[in-house]
């Protein structure tokens, strides 16, 4: 039975993935972590568990009573997770800003401190326009400044996707007034934009750069000597010395972003930037490498 099969609950999907996230990348699991974390008695944090077991993941899970909780079993296997370091970290992250929301809530999981960052100020009649028009497909008036044009202008914008690239928002759309698809970041909207009546002609299905699958190869910065190379491999998973990440062109400079790399500059250290793309010349982007540096700034 595939995953996508199971009629389950959004209340125990994410009871069940909170389940499988803390006994992968903790090794114990008790009915505390579920009551702690979702506010519910003993008795059905047991009963969760149990169902877990019988039906989603039976032999996934063992109870040690050394531990008085449960462990991995040697043939675990993610079911409701995609067993990666990432889900726990999420998991950290949400208790941190449930800790620090609400003082006296308990939390079942372990010290930890996540490193945040400012994010970007998206106000939410901003957000809500967005996302209206974007599940009906309608046309938005929208007043946006940009580190290139800091003044306000005015342009027509027909969105298709909203996309977070860790502590930014941005809209893919397409612009009328430069007659292309380019991205736009919420916080740099002047005001909520104007929903309008007009239906979008320029879909998601007409935007070249984002239908376009692309595969970056990452390697380590090749001015490090071999033995810093291996170690840089080994951080990110590399077989061979590579990485090859597969996402849309018009996501890779986010992408590349976030891997401290750019497209035509690298930092005069090679143990700050560590990390280069091997295959500039193979992405399909010619004249539009520009367009797609700025969209990393956030200059559109």
């Not at 008795?43 to 109870?63: C, F, H, V």
């Not at 409701?80 to 992250?93: M, N, P």
Request: proline share 6%; charged share 25%; with cysteine.
């Amino acid at each position: 039975m595939k995953k996508t099969d199971w009629p389950i609950r959004w209340d125990l999907l994410l009871r069940y993935r909170l389940i499988e996230t803390i006994a992968l990348w903790e090794g114990r699991l008790t009915t505390n972590h579920i009551c702690h974390s979702f506010g519910i008695g003993r008795q059905q944090a047991s009963k969760d568990i149990n169902t877990y077991l019988r039906e989603l993941a039976p032999g996934n899970l063992q109870y040690d009573r050394h531990l008085k909780g449960y462990v991995p079993a040697p043939e675990f296997r993610p079911v409701v997770t995609r067993g990666d370091v990432g889900e726990y970290l999420d998991l950290l992250a949400r208790q941190q800003n449930l800790s620090h929301t609400f003082e006296s809530l308990e939390l079942g999981l372990p010290g930890s401190h996540v490193v945040t960052t400012p994010n970007r100020v998206v106000l939410p009649d901003t957000m809500r326009a967005v996302v209206s028009a974007i599940r009906q497909g309608r046309q938005l008036r929208a007043s946006y400044t940009s580190l290139s044009r800091p003044e306000p202008a005015e342009t027509i914008l027909e969105p298709h996707t909203l996309v977070c690239t860790g502590n930014n928002w941005h809209l893919r759309a397409w612009c009328d007034s430069n007659r292309e698809y380019r991205d736009f970041a919420l916080s740099r909207f002047r005001s909520a934009p104007e929903a309008l009546r007009q239906r979008a002609k320029h879909t998601r299905d007409q935007d070249e750069d984002w239908n376009r699958e692309v595969t970056l190869v990452i390697t380590p910065d090749h001015r490090l000597t071999e033995a810093q190379q291996r170690i840089i491999a080994r951080d990110y998973g590399m077989d061979d010395g590579r990485l090859e990440i597969h996402t849309r062109a018009a996501l890779t400079p986010y992408v590349l972003s976030r891997l401290g790399i750019t497209f035509d500059n690298e930092h005069p250290d090679p143990l700050v930037q560590q990390l280069e793309l091997a295959n500039p010349d193979q992405l399909g982007f010619g004249s539009r490498r520009e367009r797609a540096l700025k969209a990393v700034a956030g200059l559109s």
